[in-house]
């Protein structure tokens, strides 16, 4: 460590170890929100790799599941149902159903018409189009959803988000961590969920199958690869995942209608950290996300936290714009 | 000349209707009293005005800019802290916050033109995002603009808020002047060859990256100048208003439905979207809020799918319906192609000479130490199996593969280690293998491009142009789309662009794949007459019959080796030669 950095410490913290506590600290926690990111990008990455689109509309695919969530968990009596330990984290799975549907939904009525073999390839001026559109969605979903649910922020808060546990003191240091309950288990669920979509691309049938639409779509219409379906399947499914990702986030985080843009740039950052393309280095690059917006707090301003991230985003886009974690997969 | 009369027509047309329009505005405002609906017919421009500067960036060059807020917070900042600290009016302000603008454009084009395609459009977005945080932090959560009561016109403060409509009208109509200016002169013609192909570019003697510079301060400036007028209009400047997703948004939106890459596109759209979604957010809002955004939305995605182009570009087909006429056939000089015999009155001159160039991709050797010479005036045939390397020479020699080692020069000039359009610029003409146009320009247009290194004045390149399409027999093609061309009609509209700069050199990389025989026999002919006119031929082809007929020499590779040079008749009775092409069997039965 610099002798700026140790000056800059020495002035707030009087003793070394309140130091490596807080370091700690402060990696656990970004490797917590980190995973539910890493979930949260999974789902962009998804659809970027399968239908070359940039979704803009992709942090309004979050707020739906967070506004599911509540919905199941509130409304529709998991609340009472499961408990309210279990319970929140059952509605964030389910609110993967509801957007899934909304996917489907949205993508045989809208996207059908502008994605597929025609724009796959295009690099450049073939995605104006799907831009305008995915922008314009955006527009509708979160305002509708200011519509419909009003603007009062909400939360699913549980028991859990405030008890946390207690590690230490740790000896004669004195150290002591604390792990929110609440935001570890919906690290696990988050993991388990990305585990799962990983697997479902790498091994099942149907995920070959968008791979293959993926990579060529012309040669995978010649093997008897229904392209549009493999998009349909994609888009859906990648918005559920951002969907369940809200749904957990919706558990220790308050939310609004207009909250997708605070996180679509985290996603962003997160997928092309990732290598643009890669689903497993997508969930790198959210952890990534999650660990340097938490360590920056130790040395920046709280303001800067998000400025850090962008940063580092510019600065790998530079020195690597391939991703961190990915192989080149944008077409030349 | 009739094609000066052609472009001018239309240039002082479009004249007449952006001043006209304008008044006719300045006009109607003048009879609203309402200040709300002033206020909204301030910001109809205003946004009008980020589109466009949008539109001189991203709908030129086609790369994606999400991050124009930048551009617009720096100059609604740079307003509003040199009125709060300095007091400085805004009057000079604004002709900062351009400067300001067109440096943050060069500052943020620096790093981030490395990148392509999505790459880009999303490093764009980082900027505005992250300069909002910065800015929230040095303390500027809100700046609002003293009150000037004692000189309040010295500080562009006004009663009448009609005046501010005037100066956000005279600023959008100068970027629609610039605008004009740019798409009718050659910095508006290279930047859209470069996004049409960007390669194809750099071989005619274009480097995209100064061009792309100009583009982005001029973006820049007017997007600045329309933040610092908001500041000034609205009084209060934060970071979240003018650094926000919103404003970049903007700025798509207004250029997208308008119709991106055309002139008015942006203008209308701003026009019929940001009036409609105040009005909407003013009369409904309180009952039903985000309705504007709702319908904004809405809007947005029924452009997409029914005029995905925006809805200028749709008005005017509905306007004019494209009368199709099929063009008069080219006529093709079909006689069979004889070669008049290669003589120099002295001993042949070295042109171009290429030492020990070794290509490697991963493991693989492309070319091993090729070595060889050019002599002037010679047509030198390249021939060799498919994967001998052929034309990753050619890619080499004319600068879009650096190789591993390897020198080549011309006339002692040395070549190797520059950039394609550098190359270029030196005298060494190219042609694709597969054609690459710039598809949405006319045949002039494509070949006009290349002549702009060799001709700084535009009638002049104009005419060398043209007189390039007529010695390839391509006159009557002049002004058809490239897209709309046959395979033989863009091989010489490929041959006119190289030769149009007057190259010392061409390289024709299997100018003949896919013609048919008289259609060989024309481009033979062609490519004969300019050699006598003293230019340097190479020519990779796989056509033996044609290259025996048409070369002075012949150079075979082999597996990125050169494995014969000389004479076609001796070359192609070599049983090395044979056994490259056919293998060991049909060479033993030759030589037998």
Redesign the interface.
Known sequence: MSDWTHQLFAMQLPDGWVLLENILQSVYTGTIVGCIYGLMCVGLALI?SVMRV?NFAQGESLMLGMYAAFFCFAHLGLNALLGVYIGPFVSALLSGVFVFVLGVAIYEL?LR??TGMRVAKS???G???Q???T?????????????LF??TPQTMRTPLSSTAWEIGPLGETGMMLFLNQGRTVAAFVAVAVAMGVSLFISRSRVGTMMRAAADNPMAATFVGIHVGKSHRLAFALGSAITAIAGGLIATYYPFQ?YIG?EF??IM??GV?LGG?GSVSGAFLGGLTIGLVQQVSTLVL?N?????AI??V??VI??VR?QGLFGRSV?RV | MTSTAKTSAPLSNALAWILGSSVLYAGAVWLVQDRYYQLLFTLAPIWALVGVAWNIFSGYS???SFGHAAFFGVGAYTVALLMTLFGISPWFGLVIAGFAGAGSGVLIGW?TF??????F???M???P??LL??F??LGFQEVTLPMMRENPMAYMQFADQRIYVLIALSLLVTALLVNLKLAHSRFGLSLLAI?QNEAAAMACGINPVPWKFAAIAISGAFTAMAGGLYAVVLLIVTPHTVF??LSS?QA??VT??GG?GTIAGPVLGAFVLIPLGEILHAELGHK???????V??????L???RA?EGIWPWLQSLKKKPVTQDPEPLSLDVRSFVRSHFTTEHAPRQLMSVKDVTVRYGGLYALRDVSFDVYEGEILGIIGPNGAGKTTLFNTLNGFVTPLSGVWSMNDQTLSGRQPYDICRAGVGRTFQVVRTFPRMTVLDNVIIATFFAQSDDQLSRNMATLAVDRVGLGPRLNSLAASLTTVELRLMELARALAPQPKILLLDEILAGLGTNETEHVLKVIESIRQSGVTVVIIEHTMHAMVRLTDRMLVLNHGVVCAEGDPQVVTSNPLVIEAYLGKRWSARAQA
């Open positions: 970027f940039i809208l018409h502008i690099e450049g001026e995605h104006y189009p831009l305008t559109l922008l314009g969605l955006s527009l509708m979903l979160s305002n509708g959803a200011l519509l009003g603007s209608p843009v679509i740039i962003y950052t092309m643009m301003p303001q800067l936290q998000n400025a962008f940063v985003f510019l886009l530079l714009p944008e | 086609g790369l994606m790093p490395r990148l392509r395609g999505h790459y459009a999303l490093a977005l980082a900027f995002l992250a945080y910065v929230e932090w996004k926000g997703m948004a798509l939106i997208l439905f991106i039903f809020p985000g309705i504007q955004g709702v904004f939305g809405a809007a947005i995605i452009v997409v799918l995905p």
